[in-house]
């Protein structure tokens, strides 16, 4: 049941997403959109180009991240036994892994579309900020913010979208016991949940490499 309803909407979102791009991306355009948050942009930012941004979708959705995500996100519901139709056991958390990948696989999909046509780049770069709170902060907004060509920052209407997406696409395979509009919100908070999570660690991550390398 997961993997034909994995197949089937994987394949419509992708249809979907190659079809936008190919129609609405473009190298060298710029888009109008109003600008709510006025950021100013990290030093040397250029816009990606089409084919840099098909090679970023490619590492998202077969990147570490992803396999992370998709390992973490099966054990947590192995270990709430979510959805209880599926049991325990080895079997069971490949099912579970294989659910939440299929949903990373549909967000990424869907925000590679969106992001496309209105030319958001959700890629994340560091504040240089000071003081932990700063920085935090940055990396959570970071999570629903989106920059555009000019380097401003406004509502990232790709990834929010395609969180949502794919939550509740991914309602089609699940068991009765997991169908709900509650569940699909549910699946909804993980998936922004872990996206604000591995923003965090972008944030840091230079500093603990250096701190490593000093040791």
């Not at 100013?40 to 992803?66: D, K």
């Not at 003081?131 to 935090?136: A, K, P």
């Not at 902060?137 to 990232?156: E, I, P, Q, W, Y």
Request: net charge positive.
């Amino acid at each position: 049941m997961i993997e034909r309803g994995f197949r089937t909407s994987a394949r419509l979102v992708l249809g979907i997403a190659i079809l936008t791009t190919s129609l609405l991306a473009d190298d060298t355009s710029s888009t109008n959109v109003d600008v709510t948050f006025s950021i100013p942009p990290p030093r040397q930012f250029t816009p990606m180009t089409r084919y840099e941004r098909l090679g970023n979708y490619v590492s998202r959705v077969i990147g570490p991240e992803t396999i992370l995500t998709a390992a973490f996100g099966g054990a947590l519901a192995q270990a709430r036994n979510t959805p209880k139709e599926w049991g325990s056991g080895a079997q069971a958390y490949g099912e579970r892994v294989g659910n939440v990948y299929a949903q990373h696989f549909i967000r990424g999909t869907l925000e590679y579309g969106v992001s496309a046509a209105l030319h958001e780049d959700n890629r994340y770069f560091v504040s240089g900020e000071t003081g932990f709170l700063r920085r935090t902060k940055f990396a959570v907004m970071s999570t629903f913010l989106a920059r555009h060509d000019n380097g401003n920052r406004s509502f990232s209407f790709s990834r929010i979208g395609g969180s949502a997406g794919a939550a509740f696409i991914s309602r089609e395979w699940q068991p009765a016991s997991t169908t709900s509009a509650r569940d699909g919100a549910a699946a909804f908070g993980f998936n922004m949940g872990s996206q604000v999570g591995f923003n965090v660690f972008r944030e840091f991550w230079p500093d603990m490499k250096r701190h490593f390398h000093r040791d």
